[in-house]
């Protein structure tokens, strides 16, 4: 049904289950005889690039991949109007990811995308989900699955120390606080996000890095 369309359809591919397995059921469509045009964010120097994966499933149903390589230089340059695009306070540069994603979307006049979403949230695919296992394996005792779940994360979640390790256990502790606090860490949390963003205009657009590491 989502196939039925007047316009050209493509499909956002990040190398994930579900981006993937949406590209390769499109694929699998018997009366889908059009190659699908598929678009990525791709960061080949970077360790956590997912290229082998993307690779993989457009060799696999020849389909006509764009990607596009965002840069730190091009976030400041787009960040007022992706500030404007996005209309709410957001803490991570992945957003811009998928803005640039959207307008190499945008300039190969796609007008519909299938796009993969909440399987991280199925598989628990963020470092926070894992809080919850800890918190119920501590307070249930059972301490042999408490320290083999932490070896496991410590193993193949991430090479880092803190992104296996250290959130997690840090999100337990915000877990165990009455709700109050929760409520003030919270909306001094989006406090601060607003604070950033109404004096974005003024930094020194000359100052790069310090703009980044000072306003992110």
């Known amino acids: 049904?989502?196939?039925?369309?007047?316009v050209k359809v493509g499909a956002c591919l990040s190398g994930g289950i579900?981006?993937?397995?949406i590209v390769c059921c499109v694929n699998n469509i018997s009366d889908w005889k059009r190659?699908?045009?598929?678009?990525?964010?791709?960061?080949i120097w970077d360790k956590v690039d997912e290229s082998q994966y993307i690779d993989i499933v457009n060799n696999s149903v020849n389909s006509l991949s764009y990607t596009v390589s965002?840069?730190?230089a091009e976030l400041l340059q787009d960040l007022?109007?992706?500030?404007?695009?996005q209309e709410e306070p957001f803490n991570s540069t992945s957003i811009y990811n998928q803005y640039r994603v959207m307008k190499l979307v945008h300039d190969a006049w796609i007008k519909v995308t299938l796009d993969g979403q909440?399987?991280?949230e199925v598989f628990a695919g963020y470092n926070s989900f894992y809080s919850f296992y800890i918190l119920y394996y501590f307070k249930r005792f059972q301490f042999k699955k408490l320290i083999q779940l932490l070896i496991w994360m410590r193993k193949y979640y991430s090479p880092n120390i803190v992104r296996s390790?250290?959130?997690p256990l840090l999100y337990v502790l915000f877990l165990l606080i009455p709700d109050s606090l929760k409520t003030y860490l919270l909306k001094k949390r989006f406090w601060l996000l607003h604070i950033r963003y109404k004096n974005y205009n003024k930094i020194d657009k000359n100052k790069v890095w310090?703009?980044?590491?000072?306003?992110?």
């Not at 049904?1 to 007047?6: A, K, N, T």
């Not at 579900?18 to 397995?21: E, H, K, Q, T, V």
């Not at 007022?80 to 695009?85: A, G, R």
């Open 1 to 6: 049904i989502h196939l039925r369309s007047d």
């Open 18 to 21: 579900d981006s993937s397995s």
């Open 35 to 43: 190659n699908i045009k598929t678009f990525s964010a791709v960061f």
């Open 70 to 72: 965002p840069t730190w």
């Open 80 to 85: 007022q109007n992706l500030i404007q695009t």
């Open 118 to 120: 909440w399987w991280d």
């Open 165 to 167: 390790l250290v959130f």
């Open 210 to 216: 310090t703009s980044v590491h000072k306003w992110f």
